[in-house]
């Protein structure tokens, strides 16, 4: 009796949708193919900014280039599909040319039909981070809370200027080789450091006119042996980051077929969130995918979720 009592309350669908999930480790790291330059991009937003700007403006667009780490800000009203698509084709398609793909998480704007038609005419794949799991863009993630910072050291009383912050902290971090290819943003987009103020009274400049095609010859001879190397260092990297993170996962034990429920963080706007279930489901797994991911279906209305 004693066990029949004990299995039918395990089995309460409303107890377990209002308890938090059971801890449960990590999966083992699934690291991105490392790309060319401008191959794939990495996009996030930060805001919204309780003071908008002058012109209207709560909101950064960062944009990343997951080979070389060159980064792009743009300061935005909103996170509107328009915005979006707006930057994209006029910064960065039409600018660096048509990127393999792009990644971002599943804001209603980044999944927006506008943007999806803009990627389409450029022939640009979109890769969406897995629900509640923005480890996916960590790229764009990881920067986000460098230039938060950099803002904040140097952001004025009424925090109203921080878009003409921006192309100087751009500058630092075009211009600082990246821990994992240990080499400049710069340097991976042109072959050569970047110019600063005081180079010009310490460095001659040579005379151009006089060797032009050896000039450019040398350089992408740098930029060819740059990034040679930075691939072989991003891969190191890479590797080492996956073994110390992978000590701590362990491999998923869910099978097509069976039923689970979805920690869902979320909450709707009007709901309590203490009140508000910690659980939604139930849903069958009707198909793995591959990096541990999942598509689901719910038992109620056969909607589909990935996860």
């Known amino acids: 009796m004693y066990q029949v009592v004990t299995e039918y309350i395990r089995g309460c669908e409303p107890c377990q949708k209002a308890k938090y999930p059971p801890h449960s480790k990590r999966v083992p790291m699934t690291p991105m193919p490392i790309t060319d330059t401008f191959a794939r991009w990495h996009m996030d937003f930060i805001g919204p900014f309780k003071r908008e700007t002058s012109e209207g403006h709560r909101f950064i667009l960062i944009i990343v280039d997951s080979f070389s780490k060159w980064v792009e800000c743009f300061p935005v009203k909103s996170e509107s599909a328009a915005e979006i698509a707006s930057v994209l084709h006029k910064e960065i398609f039409t600018r660096y040319g ?53 803002i904040r050291t140097v952001i004025n009383e009424q925090q109203s200027n921080w878009p003409e912050l921006l192309p100087g902290i751009l500058m630092a971090f075009r211009m600082t080789p990246s821990a994992s290819s240990e080499y400049s943003p710069f340097y991976l987009v042109f072959g050569k450091d970047m110019n600063l103020p005081f180079d010009a009274n310490l460095i001659p400049r040579e005379d151009l006119n006089k060797n032009l095609k050896t000039h450019i010859d040398n350089i992408l001879d740098n930029l060819k042996i740059a990034k ?31 039923q689970v429920l979805v920690f869902t963080p979320k909450v709707p706007v009007g709901y309590s969130s203490k009140l508000y279930k910690k659980q939604d489901g139930p849903f069958y797994i009707v198909d793995k995918g591959s990096n541990y991911t999942y598509k689901l279906r719910r038992c109620s209305d056969h909607k589909l979720l990935k996860v």
């Open 98 to 150: 048509s990127p393999v793909s792009i990644c971002t998480d599943r804001g209603q704007g980044f999944m927006s039909k506008l943007v999806a038609a803009v990627n389409h005419i450029f022939n640009v794949k979109h890769s969406f981070t897995s629900s509640y799991h923005p480890q996916t863009n960590s790229i764009a993630e990881r920067t986000n809370k460098t230039i938060i910072q950099c």
């Open 228 to 258: 040679a190397i930075a691939t072989e260092n991003l891969n190191h990297a890479q590797q080492k980051q996956k073994t110390n993170y992978d000590k701590r996962t362990e491999l998923p034990k869910f099978e097509v077929n069976d």
